[in-house]
């Protein structure tokens, strides 16, 4: 079985799209989702520098258009199932078609746009990624700093959010062997500090009319396989104020004998997961046009 997998917020480098730009096919959906968005994706994605492109409200829709532009590359009618790490749920909802191009577009921009109010109602908050360390003694030590696990990213990796005074206590007495390092990040994303940004995620949605998945789709929420695009729906709103539990994703993968996985543009940081925490015969992370091939090689079964 092969799998699709869509980055989340982190993986956008300075200029990654610029080879991509040079497919037509590719550009022309670039263009037409910042048009939809009243963004410059083209620029953000070619010349804009690490800090703009950081900015959640640029970030979140600059990695799914390039997601749903790279994926439209690929022979997705032979992909058996789909997930996103946080933010990467959008494309995989893409993906998996329970949502069409215009409304995933405009869905993550509105994302980007609530997370990063909501972020700034409580500008004192911060976040840490947790690297080794036994999970029960990361998870005691969080717990003692009143620290939010908010994604449980798999393969040794927690990442912590709450009040920046605690992040700091984290850092200076980190779990035993383990390293703690800050992330340069708005807020703290996936805890009751985003809940204001439910609400206004809940209106829009609910103006949207969700095809049920043609793929299996596996939430963040546990793990679980999404059985309808109103649940899918429901779940995305919900994981803005929640844990991300990508480690039970692949693990619910790993279940059901996922053995070849393709990592949408931009590319990298799953595919590294997934190599310490899956079972995996080949693996394809798309980082540069040359690889489309590859990929669509896989999903045909083909070396």
């Known amino acids: 079985m092969i799998v699709i997998a869509c980055p989340g917020q982190g993986s956008q480098k300075p200029g990654f799209m610029s080879v991509w730009l040079e497919i ?25 520098d690490e800090e703009t492109i950081r900015d959640t409200q640029i ?14 590359l690929l022979n997705l009618d032979k992909a058996a199932g789909v997930a996103g790490h946080s933010v990467g749920e959008v494309a995989a909802g893409y993906v998996a078609g329970i949502l069409n191009q215009t409304d995933a577009i405009n869905l993550v921009n509105l994302r980007g746009q609530a997370m990063a109010k909501a972020a ?3 500008t004192d908050t911060a976040m840490a990624a947790v690297l080794g360390g036994e999970e029960s003694e990361v998870l ?3 717990a003692e700093y009143d620290l939010t696990p908010a994604n449980y990213n798999g393969a040794g990796q ?11 206590k984290l850092i200076q007495n980190p779990p035993a062997m383990a390293k703690v390092i800050p992330l340069s990040v708005a807020g703290a994303f996936h805890t009751k500090y985003m ?3 439910v609400a206004e995620l809940t209106e829009f949605t609910n103006s949207i009319t969700p095809s049920d998945p043609k793929k ?18 429901d779940l995305l709103v919900g994981q803005v104020a929640n844990p991300v539990r990508w480690d039970l994703c692949m693990k619910s993968m790993n279940e059901q004998s996922v053995n070849g996985l393709i ?5 990298g940081t799953l595919a590294g997961l997934a190599k310490r925490g899956m079972q995996l015969t080949e693996i394809v992370s798309l980082k540069e046009p040359a690889d489309i091939e590859r990929a669509n090689n896989l999903l045909s079964g083909e070396k």
């Open 263 to 267: 990592e949408l543009s931009p590319a």
């Open 59 to 72: 970030a979140q829709p600059l990695i799914v258009a390039a997601s749903i532009a790279s994926a439209n």
């Open 24 to 48: 037509d096919s590719y550009r022309q959906d670039i263009e037409m989702m910042s048009e939809a968005i009243g963004l410059d994706l083209v620029k953000h994605g070619t010349v804009s």
């Open 120 to 122: 700034k109602l409580s």
């Open 195 to 197: 809940e204001p940004a």
């Open 140 to 142: 005691a030590k969080l």
């Open 216 to 233: 299996i789709i596996w939430s963040n929420q546990s793990g679980q396989r999404i059985n309808s695009g109103v649940e899918y729906l």
């Open 158 to 168: 927690i990442v912590a959010a709450g009040l920046k005074s605690s992040i700091d």
